[in-house]
């Protein structure tokens, strides 16, 4: 072994071992959120926010706000990925718009686990049940890398923060686009 191999390999392996704790947490997390949705007794207890038609209309309407936020965290972040000195204020705005995002699904997975667990009647239903679950576990997985940003690479954040997006487009695309596309914007 080469003295330049034996200096690389340290700073190599510096990230490794956080990041494979942030993605096994974020796999944990996951699995727990579909596991209690699948194993506990649904409450039918519907989220009733003022203002919509029906619980499905507010989780819908809510996602698709969250979409938009993520939008704008996908251009944000693209732009202080290529460019280091971005303004302060596209940095304020690109943190904000995450929380945003993340804070208007709150309401719907707690709808989602509490009042109608885990389902599977059909595929479009079973992947969105999936895609839920995986897309938190994504958020932990990401959120926990953050904290050892000055060790990883920017890649990592770019990657989990798309793999973050993607999902929720995809929990989207299977949940309010459907609705949108099947029953109109509102009932």
């Given at each position: 072994?080469?003295?330049?191999?034996?200096?690389?390999?340290?700073?190599?392996?510096?990230?490794?071992k956080p990041l494979l704790v942030a993605l096994l947490s974020g796999c944990a997390v996951?699995?727990?959120?579909?596991?209690?949705?699948?194993?506990?007794?649904?409450?039918?207890?519907?989220?009733d926010v003022a203002g919509f038609s029906s619980p499905l209309y507010a989780k819908a309407w809510l996602t698709t706000?969250?979409?938009?936020?993520?939008?704008?965290?996908?251009?944000?972040?693209?732009?202080?990925?290529?460019r280091p000195a971005s303004p302060a204020w596209m940095i304020t705005l690109h943190r904000w718009s995450g929380r945003?995002?993340?804070l208007l699904t709150v309401p719907v997975i707690i709808h989602c686990i509490y009042a109608l667990g885990f389902q599977a009647y059909s595929a479009r239903v079973l992947a969105?049940?999936?895609?839920?679950?995986?897309f938190y576990g994504a958020f932990v997985a990401k959120m926990l890398s953050l904290v050892r940003r000055d060790t990883m690479p920017n890649w990592v954040l770019a990657v989990l923060g798309?793999?973050?997006?993607?999902?929720?487009?995809?929990?989207?695309?299977?949940?309010?686009?459907?609705?949108?596309?099947?029953?109109g914007a509102h009932s």
């Open positions: 072994m080469t003295t330049r191999q034996v200096a690389v390999s340290p700073a190599r392996d510096q990230y490794a996951a699995l727990a959120l579909g596991l209690y949705a699948r194993l506990h007794h649904p409450s039918n207890y519907a989220l706000v969250a979409v938009a936020f993520a939008v704008v965290q996908l251009i944000t972040g693209s732009r202080i990925t290529r945003i995002a993340i969105h049940s999936v895609l839920g679950c995986l798309g793999v973050v997006f993607a999902l929720l487009i995809a929990v989207w695309a299977t949940s309010a686009l459907w609705l949108f596309a099947t029953q």
